[in-house]
């Protein structure tokens, strides 16, 4: 078990870290998701003891550790920027941290076989890094943090320098690679939703050096505590607008009314009112203008501005909309999320048979 007891970081008058109190548990994949500047890698540098703390505690099963050097904490780290060695070859590289702990030469070579093969580079242990490509390197550098078996491993964006196609085939690949340590810790720190949703047990949603939520990762989704995590929590981002409910219906800007019909609406009041871009639909009721559209190839999401307020809409496959078209669009009260003023959640969706 790994705590942070009110742990605090500033620098130059720059919160990195506010008031962090978590518990991690042996055994399970953390992902910790935020935006740039949120505070994820300020949060696993704390663990490492790789970054001064202003204030707070970081214990390992009950002992405080916050001044144990980081060679002494049996934690490893991959960056996002992979570090290896230049003079040694791939064997020699994922071999390194082991003969430095005082394992010898034939055993730490054999550990970094296996290790190396997890990965996928077992045709490649004679090469040097300048002769891999760049997915290759971060594989390297993946395999020297597993060889360790440490009790808590760090991986801070290790796949964001990585194209596309290596990604996803990283990302299918990550529980296989990391099964040797699944009885460690394991952080995996992201700005993208579905990778946090794909790989993570549990989600830790960061933002201004503070934790906002924690939890699984379908219940982040279907109930995020606040808008900054429901926005966080997708991809494209949750849509939000000012709206009242009164006499059974959502009554929003421009004198537009949203039946209740199907949906257990909050007391009657003003609320912040958020609804996903894949439960916007073309035709309905509500008159939209387009701003821009973004074409991914299988999906295109649509600018879309309105009387009371602006809105994203997700498509399946290519839909060209120009800038200026007008388009009638709808959504159902079922998929709204209703937040306070002050951006704490009221009520979800029902989308599990409770609200």
């Not at 500047?37 to 009950?62: C, E, H, I, N, Y």
């Not at 821009?292 to 496959?317: A, Y």
Request: hydrophobic share 40%.
């Amino acid at each position: 078990m790994l705590e942070m007891r009110n742990v605090n970081r500033a620098v130059d008058g720059e919160v990195h870290l506010d008031g962090i109190d978590f518990t991690f548990e042996a055994g399970k994949f953390y992902t910790i998701l935020g935006r740039t500047g949120a505070g994820k890698t300020s949060l696993m540098r704390a663990l490492m003891g790789l970054m001064p703390l202003d204030g707070g505690q970081v214990l390992l099963d009950g002992t405080d550790i916050t001044a144990v050097p980081v060679w002494e904490r049996k934690m490893a780290m991959v960056y996002q920027q992979f570090i290896n060695y230049p003079h040694l070859d791939v064997l020699d590289n994922v071999a390194f941290p082991l003969r430095r702990q005082g394992v010898g030469k034939a055993e730490a070579r054999r550990r970094a076989r296996e290790f190396i093969d997890l990965v996928g580079l077992g045709d490649l242990i004679d090469r040097r890094p300048a002769q891999l490509s760049g997915g290759q390197q971060q594989r390297v550098a993946l395999a020297r943090a597993l060889v360790k078996e440490a009790r808590t491993l760090m991986l801070d964006e290790p796949l964001v320098n990585l194209d596309y196609k290596l990604r996803e085939q990283l990302r299918e690949q990550f529980p296989k690679i990391v099964e040797r340590n699944r009885d460690s810790i394991i952080l995996y720190a992201t700005t993208e939703p579905r990778e946090a949703m794909q790989l993570g047990d549990e989600i830790i949603v960061m933002h201004q050096g503070r934790i906002l939520d924690a939890g699984r990762p379908d219940e982040m989704f279907l109930r995020p505590r606040n808008i900054t995590v429901a926005e966080l929590m997708g991809e494209p981002p949750i849509s939000s607008f000012r709206g009242e409910v009164s006499e059974g219906a959502v009554h929003l800007a421009g004198g537009l009314r949203i039946e209740g019909a199907g949906r257990t609406l909050p007391a009657p009041g003003e609320y912040l009112i958020g609804i996903r871009p894949e439960d916007v639909q073309l035709g309905g009721d509500l008159a939209a203008r387009v701003t821009m559209s973004e074409i991914s190839g299988s999906e295109t999401v649509t600018h879309l501005i309105l009387p009371f307020g602006e809105l994203l809409m997700l498509s399946q496959g290519v839909s060209v909309h120009e800038p200026d078209d007008r388009l009638n669009i709808g959504f159902a009260a079922a998929d709204l999320f209703f937040f306070s003023l002050d951006g704490d959640l009221v009520s979800a969706p029902d989308r599990e048979g409770q609200d």
